[in-house]
């Protein structure tokens, strides 16, 4: 298996700009979560979907946040309009349940830089 | 709320030692807690899972302790090698339908030949 795939690697943008960050989760992994990770704060959950449903999106920082997995293969994090302050790596991640447990497998990340 | 502290500070240990992390949590009550290792410029990796009901688990060169009551839990690296340096991220997490992960700020671990 290839493993979580993310896409950008890498994405600098003005401020102001719309910034879609892109994912393929694990094949036959039902959960999918997205994180933000910076110095300060270390990996913050935005959000995570189970079965492509979104469950729990308190950690989405503002309205200028939105998510969406359209199916069980892809899932979009997008952030309109960007700002400086959005600089961070940001993780998605896939787990398959069981047993009780969540082992997440974590893709490369996306480093954007909003100058 | 939530938290999870660990080492704040870098470990610096020499090759062959143990190394020894700590992870304390607090307003929680996690149903098992894992621990991950992040390289510089990559997502975590997933090391070792100890359930609530369990004292110790091993794998290899790795040893994690659970203990609920003084809500913590420490992780060794025995015969410590430069390849292990890394850092080393604790997350506890909940029961049932709960799918969330706490994460700690991670512990910088530096193994020097």
């Known amino acids: 298996d290839a493993g979580v795939i993310q896409s950008p690697r890498h994405e600098v943008t003005e401020m102001g700009q719309e910034v879609t960050l892109r994912c393929k989760p694990i094949?036959?992994?039902?959960?999918l979560f997205w994180y933000r990770q910076t110095m300060m704060r270390g990996l913050e959950l935005l959000i995570y979907f189970n079965n492509n449903v979104p469950i729990d999106d308190s950690g989405m920082p503002e309205d200028r946040f939105s998510a969406k997995m359209p199916n069980a293969s892809f899932s979009t994090l997008k952030i309109q309009p960007s700002e400086p302050r959005d600089s961070a790596v940001y993780f998605c991640?896939?787990?398959?349940?069981?047993?009780?447990?969540?082992?997440?497998?974590f893709g490369p990340g996306t480093r954007l830089t909003v100058l | 709320s939530q938290k999870i502290e660990q080492n704040s500070e870098a470990l610096n240990i020499q090759e062959g030692k143990t190394a020894t992390l700590t992870c304390n949590y607090t307003n929680y009550s996690p149903a098992y807690l894992q621990w991950y290792r992040q390289d510089p410029g990559r997502g975590p990796v997933f090391l070792l899972l100890i359930r609530e009901n369990e004292k110790e688990k091993r794998k290899e060169r790795l040893k994690v302790t659970f203990d609920t009551t003084l809500k913590q839990s420490l992780f060794h690296i025995t015969a410590s090698q430069p390849a292990d340096s890394a850092t080393y991220l604790c997350a506890p997490g909940g029961a049932g339908n709960n799918r969330k992960l706490i994460w700690g700020l991670g512990t910088s671990l530096a193994v020097n030949p």
């Open positions: 094949s036959g992994h039902n959960s």
């Open positions: 991640a896939s787990s398959l349940r069981t047993g009780g447990k969540d082992t997440q497998y």
